[in-house]
């Protein structure tokens, strides 16, 4: 039962990052009128709202992230939010604990820029007080903490890194080879 509320959270997780990759986030790297204003409206508002200057300006080290982003981790998005729909889906731990790895990773860096970089205050303020940086580090957070909680799954769950197969194709094609 836990381990089906966490591939729903997972599931939730990876079909919830395909809009808000391909509509917020590669805002940063595509030419500005491939988006509708309505978009570029709501960069700006969460920008100004969560005082956070990296997603209308983004420095050339975050861009490398989006990058990633856009050419390995969305591709992925869709299968990972089919496999945890499905559920204990073995084939998909691997590829799992290298995207978990590699986005854990990337939040490290982006999560000690907004605890201690000297934002400035314009064009784009960035956050000033301990409040507004903790506010910007809420939103980054999950980015951290599920990621942790898919390498955790596939790495100690049985459903997933056991040798024994679960049940369907993969016992059938045991049962066939006896």
Known sequence: MFLRVLEIIFFLYFASHIPITLFIDLQALLPEHVYPQALKDVLHWYAAEFKDP???D?????KSFIFCEALVQLPFFPIATYAFL???CRWIRT????????????LIPILAHIL???????????PQTMKERLTLVS???????IPLMLLFTMLFSSAYNSSQPQSGRASQKTKKMK
């Open 86 to 88: 499905k559920g204990k």
């Open 54 to 56: 990296m997603v209308v």
């Open 95 to 106: 590829p799992t604990i290298i995207y978990a790895t590699h986005v854990a990773t990337t």
């Open 116 to 126: 201690y970089h000297n934002f400035p205050t314009a064009p784009y303020p960035g």
């Open 139 to 145: 939103v980054y957070a999950p980015y951290l903490l």
């Open 58 to 62: 983004p420095p050339f080290w975050f």
